[in-house]
C-alpha cells in the first residue's frame, strides 16, 4: 500500500509522541462520521469537476475509490500513529488506490470545513431518528388514553390530591410535552441542515467553488454566509443537546411517575415484569429499575449540555482543536436520548393502570372540595372568596371528626355557614352529592383544555391530525 507522505512531513522534523498522538486522536468517535465524509468528498469531488478546478480523469478515479471505500466499509481504512483522524486514514485509502492524484480531493477543503459538515450530515438524519421515535411514542400514549377516557383519577399538587382529572387527561398532558419536544427538534433541524463546505480553513479558497452545487447535492437547505462561521460555530449542537436534555426530561418525569405509582402506598398502575426486577435477599420485591435508570440516565444529557456549553465559551474564532472535544458528547447525548425514548416508550405503553383505586383516590380527601365552593357560587350568588372560606372549615370539621364526603349534608354545611358569620345556604343534600361526586367533576371541567372526555376526545383528535401530518412529512 502507498502512503501519502504524512502532513507533518514538510513542516516538521519529527513525529508527536505516541502518548501525545493518542491522547489528541479523535479516531474513536470518527467512526460515526465516516460515511458523511464520503458523502461530503463526493459531493466536493464532483463539484471540482463541474467548475474544472481540477481534471476529469482526476476527479473520476478520486470518485471511484470513494465508491470502493463506501462498497467496503470503515474496517478497509488502514490506522497507522501518523493519522490524526479519520479524513487522513480516507486520504491515504485513495492514495492507496490512485495514487498521488488522490492529493487533488483536498483542493480547496480543509478538514475543518470538512468535519463541520461531516457532523450535520449525521446530525439532521439523528434528529429524524428522534423525532420518529417521539411520534411513535405519542402515537401509543394516545392509544392508551383513549381506552382510559372515562376512567377518573386524582390529579396532586405538591403530590398532595388535588382535583379529579381522568387517566386520559394525564397521559394526554405528557402527550402535549412530547410534541413540544418533536416541535422543538423540527426547528433545530433548519440551523442545523446548512452547508460550511467551501469555508475550507476559514477564510474559503482562492478556487473559484460552486457552494450552490455542494449545497444541492448534500441536500442542504443554503450554505452558511461566513466561512469563519462555517468552521467554528457548533451552537448547532447545543441547540440539539439542549433539545435532547429537555425530551429526557419529559422521559425522566414520566418515569418518577411511574416509580410513585407503582408504590404499594400509591398503588395506582402495576409495573409490567418485563421492566422490573426483584431483590437478593427479598423475595416479594418488585422493583421499577429500568425507569430509576432512565430517570438517572437523563441526567448524563444535561452534563453533555453544561460540557458542551462551557467548551463553546472559551474559543475565540476560528477553528480550535477544543471543538473536536465537544463532538463526542454530542454522540453520547443522542445515544443516551436514543436508547432511553426507546425505553421508556415500551415501559409506558405495558403499564397496567388500577381503575378502581384511580377513581377511590380522586372521590377522597375532598379532592372535589372546589366544586362545593363553584356550586355556592354558582346557586347562592356569594363570592368565590367566601365559599372558599367555608369549604375550608368544612373540610376542617369534617376530617377531624373522620367523616366522609357522602357525610356532608345541607344541615352540616349551613352550621358551619353560620358559624362563620355568613346566611344560610340551603343547598340541597343532591345537589351536595353531585358536587363531591368526582364523575361529576370531570364532566362539567368541559371548557378546552379540561378533562371532561369530549374535550379530552377534542386534544386527542387535534394530536392525530399532528401525527398524521408529522408522519407523512417524515415519509412514515
Ligand atoms: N478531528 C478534527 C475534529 O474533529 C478534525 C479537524 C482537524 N483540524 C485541524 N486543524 N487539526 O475537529
Redesign the pocket.
Known amino acids: 500500500m502507498i502512503l501519502v507522505d504524512n502532513i507533518r512531513n514538510g513542516r516538521f522534523k519529527t513525529g508527536m509522541t505516541d502518548e501525545a498522538n493518542e491522547y489528541s486522536s ?1 479516531l474513536e468517535f ?1 467512526k460515526v462520521i465516516f460515511y458523511s465524509y464520503i458523502k461530503t468528498n463526493f459531493a466536493h469531488t464532483s463539484m471540482l469537476k463541474h467548475e474544472g478546478i481540477i481534471d476529469e480523469e482526476t476527479a473520476d478515479n478520486i470518485l471511484c475509490a470513494l465508491d470502493d471505500l463506501k462498497e467496503e466499509g470503515y474496517d478497509a481504512l488502514v490506522f497507522d500513529p501518523s493519522v ?2 479519520v ?1 487522513m486514514a480516507i486520504e491515504n485509502y485513495v492514495t492507496s488506490k490512485i495514487g498521488p492524484q488522490a492529493g487533488f480531493m483536498h483542493t480547496a477543503k ?3 470545513d ?2 463541520a459538515t461531516d457532523i450535520r450530515l449525521v446530525l439532521r438524519e439523528k434528529i429524524i431518528d428522534i423525532q420518529i421515535g417521539i411520534l411513535e411514542f405519542i402515537e401509543g400514549i394516545v392509544g392508551m388514553a383513549n381506552q382510559h377516557l372515562n376512567d377518573v383519577f386524582i390529579g396532586f399538587t405538591h403530590l398532595q390530591h388535588a382535583q379529579p382529572i381522568t387517566i386520559a387527561h394525564h397521559l394526554m398532558a405528557h402527550a402535549q410535552a412530547l410534541k413540544r419536544d418533536y416541535e422543538r427538534f423540527e426547528d433545530t433541524y433548519k440551523r442545523v441542515n446548512l452547508n460550511p463546505l467551501g469555508s475550507a ?1 476559514m477564510a474559503t479558497t482562492s478556487f473559484p467553488i460552486n457552494r450552490e452545487l455542494t449545497t444541492k447535492l448534500l441536500g442542504f437547505d443554503a450554505y452558511l454566509e461566513n466561512s469563519m462561521d462555517g468552521v467554528s460555530s457548533r451552537d448547532f449542537i447545543a441547540e440539539t443537546v439542549f433539545d435532547l436534555t429537555s425530551l429526557c426530561t419529559t422521559l425522566s418525569k414520566i418515569c418518577e411517575e411511574l416509580i410513585l405509582w407503582s408504590t404499594y402506598e400509591f398503588n395506582i398502575i402495576e409495573m409490567a415484569d418485563e421492566y422490573s426486577s426483584t431483590s437478593s435477599i427479598m423475595p416479594q420485591k418488585k422493583n421499577p429499575d429500568i425507569a430509576e435508570i432512565a430517570r438517572a440516565k437523563s441526567t448524563i444529557v444535561n452534563g453533555e449540555l453544561v460540557t458542551i456549553l462551557t467548551i463553546l465559551k472559551a474559543i475565540p474564532y476560528t ?1 480550535n ?1 477544543d ?2 472535544e465537544i ?1 463526542p458528547h454530542l454522540w453520547n447525548a443522542i445515544e443516551v436520548s436514543q436508547d432511553t425514548l426507546s425505553v421508556v416508550t415500551h415501559m409506558l405503553l405495558s403499564v397496567k393502570f388500577n381503575v378502581e383505586r384511580c377513581s377511590y383516590l380522586a372521590g377522597r380527601n375532598f379532592a372535589t372540595a372546589t366544586d362545593l365552593a363553584d356550586i355556592m357560587v354558582r346557586e347562592k350568588g356569594i363570592p368565590f372568596r367566601s365559599a372558599h372560606k367555608i369549604v375550608g372549615r368544612i373540610v376542617n370539621e369534617a376530617t377531624s371528626n373522620n367523616m366522609l364526603e357522602e357525610d356532608i349534608t345541607s344541615e352540616f354545611i349551613d352550621n358551619i355557614s353560620l358559624e362563620l358569620s355568613f346566611d344560610k345556604l340551603e343547598l340541597s343534600d343532591d345537589l351536595i352529592q353531585k358536587a363531591l361526586n368526582p364523575v361529576e367533576n370531570v364532566k362539567i371541567r368541559n371548557v378546552p383544555g379540561g378533562p371532561a372526555p369530549e374535550m379530552v376526545s377534542v386534544a386527542i383528535n387535534n394530536i392525530n391530525l399532528f401525527l398524521n401530518d408529522e408522519f407523512e412529512k417524515k415519509g412514515i
Do not use: F
Open positions: 479523535s470518527d490524526e483522524d479524513h480543509s478538514r475543518n470538512q468535519v480553513a477553528y482543536r471543538l473536536q463532538t
